[in-house]
């Protein structure tokens, strides 16, 4: 069993993460329960930082923040000295009630809407992420109304498709987001923002997939914009200011998973980068990324109470928890995979093969198919790896099932960051008939 982080196995041969034993959190805060060991996303988010740093390279690390949202993880990104990024009004609502400084924020989405852009605008945000011509007018619209100035970078489709799964392919050219770079639409959004008074165009995005465990699409993506900047720069008098590169670095969800270290990604970038931009006698740009799974993925552990389990002879034995799609939908929306363990016995040898289900009702709430682990009964505490991206940011209310709470650990020290739903919460927004 590979464990991450602070993750081990304490004295009582128990589960234990940021030196908390996962029994205590479970008794303390309930199951489901979602769990991030606090140090060991700092140390990824010190690990892309320190790779720009040490080559003094200008850089902003952005978390993507639909990863994990909510105000403690806001702040956790705000310590660590990171950006941000946010796609939607309620996010960029939540990074502002953290206090997030607003200079810091990126602001992405292929459909904002003039709500969400004034509100940008009114806080004076770092910047929008324009993604389409409709977003160029309304924004023109918003500029010229409120007389407010505002940086853009144009998000690009480079055409470049990373080898990971389908459902989350964006770069390819078919693709609903941004402006695409082959067919000279990109060019086109530079002719139409570029002598805007108030936009001040700082540079190019594009993100190009996500789970990539290698830098070869990264450095093609940077290869086709960087040829483009040289001949923006020539005919258009364009000097890409940023160069954004996305996020997508992939993590380790199971043992056939092989990511590479934030420094390693980081590292080839740059290279490719500064030789592209030294070929074409270019100003080298600051290089911007936006790790979101890669900063809290592999941080995440879900707790679940097993409780029924049926046996299917022959086929194969379902074990069910009390959670499931509603607390992690990536294995139904994508056949995502995960590795678990039992918290109360993790190194206990693992004598059977069982179908992890959740209790929605839905036969494809499955949350681990074919998982080794030891005889389990009633009670054992069930702890899922991998969980800390998209999956409380992708949590839902199906069956009516309310929300897990979210806690931090670090040094021994275990902190209520996001309470667990009520029913009451449940039906808040309902009304009655009469
Ligand atoms: C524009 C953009 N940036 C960053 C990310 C973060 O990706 P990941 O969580 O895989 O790093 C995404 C994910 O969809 C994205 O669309």
């Known amino acids: ?222 290869r086709k914009i960087v040829e483009k900047m040289a001949e923006w720069q020539e005919k258009l008098s364009f000097e890409s200011e940023v160069l954004n590169l996305g996020g997508g670095f992939g993590i380790r969800y199971t043992q056939e998973d092989e990511p590479l270290l934030p420094s390693q990604y980081v590292s080839e970038i740059i290279k490719e980068v500064k030789h592209l931009i030294e070929y074409y006698s270019l100003k080298m740009p600051e290089i911007w990324i936006e790790p979101g799974r890669s900063l809290v993925g592999d941080a995440g552990i879900t707790l679940y109470k097993i409780g029924s389990s049926k046996d299917v002879p022959n086929v194969r034995k379902y074990l069910a928890v009390d959670g499931g799609m509603s607390d992690n939908i990536r294995p139904a929306l994508y056949q995502a995979k995960y590795e678990a363990v039992l918290a109360n016995k993790p190194l206990a040898r693992a004598n059977e093969t069982v179908s992890i289900a959740g209790k929605c009702c839905e036969s494809g709430d499955m949350l681990i198919w074919d998982l080794p682990l030891p005889e389990t009964g009633e009670d054992d505490l069930l702890a899922v790896f991998c969980t800390g991206a998209y999956g409380y940011s992708m949590a839902n209310n199906y069956n009516r099932i309310p929300r897990p709470a979210v806690v931090f650990v670090e040094n021994g020290n275990a902190t209520l960051v996001v309470k667990r739903e009520t029913y009451e919460d449940l039906i808040k927004h309902d009304l009655p008939l009469k």
């Not at 991030?36 to 200008?58: C, M, P, S, T, W």
């Not at 309304?138 to 409120?146: A, D, G, M, P, V």
Request: a negative charge; one cysteine or more; charged letters at 20%.
């Open 1 to 222: 069993m590979y464990f991450y982080g602070t993750t081990g196995v304490n004295k009582n041969g128990h589960l234990e993460v940021g030196g908390v034993d996962c029994l205590e959190l479970a008794k303390d805060f309930g199951t489901p329960l979602y769990v991030y060991d606090v140090a060991l996303i700092r140390e990824r988010a010190r690990g892309f930082k320190h790779a720009f740093d040490e080559q003094n390279v200008k850089a902003q690390v952005a978390y993507a923040s639909k990863a994990f949202s909510t105000v403690a993880m806001v702040q956790l990104a705000e310590e660590e000295g990171l950006s941000l990024d946010v796609v939607s009004g309620g996010e960029l609502y939540t990074a502002l009630a953290a206090g997030f400084p607003a200079e810091r924020i990126h602001f992405h989405g292929n459909n904002k809407s003039r709500e969400e852009l004034e509100m940008a605008l009114e806080h004076q945000i770092g910047c929008i992420v324009i993604d389409n011509f409709y977003e160029i007018d309304l924004l023109k619209s918003i500029c010229i109304e409120k007389s407010t100035k505002v940086n853009v970078l144009l998000r690009v489709t480079p055409g470049i498709e990373a080898h990971t799964h389908d459902y989350i392919l964006t770069g390819q050219e078919d693709s609903k987001f941004g402006f695409d770079l082959q067919n000279g639409q990109v060019e086109k959004a530079l002719e139409e923002t570029l002598p805007f008074d108030y936009f001040h165009v700082l540079g190019l995005h594009c993100h190009i997939g996500s789970q990539i465990f290698e830098t070869m699409g990264f450095l093609l993506a940077a």
